[in-house]
């Protein structure tokens, strides 16, 4: 955004960002929204939308959205993603949906499908499965291990012990053990 702006309706150079309230409907539900970005000259009224500013506008709208289907806006995302340690592109190769995948969901470009939210959640709430997904993601044995409905290749165990829950994962041989924090557990 440049600092000097002229109206293009009157030529005044009194033209400055300021925020504005609305509503919005979303699947029935109205939802007011604040904060909303507009330049506004002050000579004649003049309102004029810059394309920063639409972008972030337009972000609103989209968490609004998935805020009213029950998904992650992209803030929660990019808070859970950080909270896991992992950088977008650690995030894609993890939990899938594409190499620019977690851009998109942060900015709100796409919105994330309800399995993949579902999937965020789970190990939002349960970082140790990282571990787990790293081994998959690693791992060329994709689904040809699975047998009777089970994945042989992967036993996860989990007992409980006083820091709480511990959780190994045995994969082709190969000891995997957590350094993922557990707060939540631990706190519990
Ligand atoms: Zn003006």
Redesign the pocket.
């Known amino acids: 955004m440049s600092n000097t702006h002229e109206?293009?309706?009157?030529?005044?150079s009194?033209?400055h960002a300021t925020t504005y309230s609305d509503t919005f409907i979303h699947r029935g539900v109205e939802t007011a929204v604040d904060g909303l970005e507009v330049m506004r000259?002050?000579?004649?009224?003049?309102e004029l939308i810059e394309a920063d500013q639409a972008r972030r506008n337009y972000r609103k709208m989209v968490d609004i959205g998935r805020t009213v289907d029950g998904l992650l806006t992209g803030d929660a995302i990019v808070h859970l993603r950080k909270r896991l340690g992992l950088t977008q592109q650690e995030a894609a190769e993890l939990f899938g949906g594409g190499p620019n995948a977690f851009s998109k969901y942060e900015r709100g470009d796409v919105v994330q499908s309800i399995a993949m939210d579902r999937l965020l959640r789970l190990v939002g709430s349960f970082p140790l499965l990282l571990d787990w997904l790293r081994a998959i993601a690693q791992s060329d044995a994709g689904l040809s291990e699975v047998s009777d409905g089970r994945w042989s290749g992967a036993v996860p165990v989990a007992s409980t012990s006083e820091r709480g829950l511990m959780f190994s994962t045995a994969f082709k041989a190969q000891s995997i053990a957590s350094n993922v924090s557990y707060p939540e557990l631990e706190a519990a």
């Open positions: 109206c293009t309706l009157c030529g005044s009194a033209v000259c002050d000579a004649c009224g003049e």
